[in-house]
C-alpha cells in the first residue's frame, strides 16, 4: 500500500518550453502533497505544498509563477515547469500524506522522481 | 524554526557488520515526529522507520532500530547485519506532530556504503 507514482520519469525539452510534471497516489487518497527539488549529492529542497482544492503555498524564493502547481484531486497532483531554462535541469520529487488513519496521515510517501533536463 | 543534523557525510562498513547513523535535530515543540529515510542509487525515497516522540520505545524494523534520546535530541539510526542492498543516501527528517502543513524538515543526509 502507499504508492506514489510520477510521471515522467525522464524528461528532456528545449529551452523555453513548458513541461508537466504528474504525481499521482495511486492506492490512498492524499490530503496534502508536497513538492521538492534535489540537486546532486544534496538533500531534498521543499518547493512548495499542495492542498486539494486549493492554492499551493510556496516556500520562499520559490517562484509561484515559473512552478505552477495544481491539486485537483484527492489522488492527482501536476508541477508545471514555465518556460523551462538550463538552470530548472534537476530531479524533482513529489510525496503525498495520506488522509486519515492514525499512523498513515502522519507519513509522506514518496513517488519515483522526475528528471528534468533543459537543453 | 526547526532543524537536523547528520553529521557524518559519509560512511562504509564490511557487509554484515552492525553501523549507526547519527542525527540530532533542534525544536521547541514537545510533540513530533521523526524519521529516516533511505534513497538508494534509483534515488526512489524509502521510508525506513518513523518515531512518535510521545512513545519512549524505541521504533524498531527488522534489522532497522533506533536509539532516541529526546532530551538530548538524538535520533540515530542502528543497522545490524548490514547487506549490500543498504547502500544508499539515509536522510533523517522532523516533522511537527500538528499545526501548519506539517512539512518534513531533512537533514543534509549521510551516504553509507556496504562493501562485500
Known amino acids: 500500500g502507499a504508492v506514489v507514482s510520477q510521471h515522467p520519469s525522464w524528461v528532456i525539452c528545449k529551452s523555453g518550453t513548458s513541461v508537466k510534471i504528474e504525481c499521482r497516489s495511486l492506492d490512498f487518497q492524499a490530503t496534502t502533497m508536497f513538492w521538492y527539488r534535489q540537486f546532486p549529492k544534496q538533500s531534498l529542497m521543499l518547493m512548495a505544498t499542495?492542498?486539494?482544492?486549493?492554492?499551493?503555498?510556496?516556500e520562499q524564493g520559490v517562484e509561484k509563477d515559473k512552478f505552477l502547481i495544481n491539486h485537483a484531486s484527492l489522488t492527482l497532483s501536476t508541477l508545471t515547469v514555465t518556460s523551462a531554462h538550463p538552470e530548472d535541469s534537476s530531479f524533482y520529487i513529489c510525496s503525498a500524506r495520506a488522509r486519515g488513519g492514525r499512523g498513515v496521515s502522519e507519513t509522506q510517501y514518496f513517488g519515483p522522481g522526475t528528471r528534468l533536463l533543459v537543453l | 524554526a526547526q532543524t537536523v543534523t547528520q553529521s557524518q557525510p559519509e560512511m562504509s562498513v564490511q557487509e554484515a557488520e552492525t553501523v549507526t547513523l547519527s542525527c540530532t535535530y533542534d525544536?521547541?515543540?514537545?510533540?513530533?515526529?521523526l524519521f529516516w529515510y533511505k534513497q538508494p542509487p534509483s534515488r526512489q525515497m524509502i521510508l525506513v522507520i518513523r518515531?512518535?516522540?510521545?512513545?519512549?520505545q524505541n521504533a524498531t524494523e527488522n534489522r532497522f532500530s533506533v536509539n532516541f534520546q529526546k532530551a538530548a535530541k538524538s535520533f540515530s539510526l542502528k543497522i545490524s547485519d548490514s547487506q549490500l542492498g543498504d547502500t544508499a543516501m539515509y536522510f533523517c527528517?522532523?516533522?511537527?506532530?500538528?499545526?501548519?502543513?506539517?512539512?518534513?524538515?531533512f537533514g543534509q543526509g549521510t551516504r553509507l556504503t556496504i562493501n562485500p
Open positions: 518515531q512518535e516522540a510521545y512513545k519512549q
Open positions: 499542495s492542498n486539494e482544492g486549493s492554492k499551493a503555498t510556496y
Open positions: 525544536t521547541s515543540e514537545n510533540n513530533y515526529y
Open positions: 527528517a522532523f516533522m511537527k506532530h500538528a499545526g501548519g502543513a506539517q512539512k518534513l524538515v
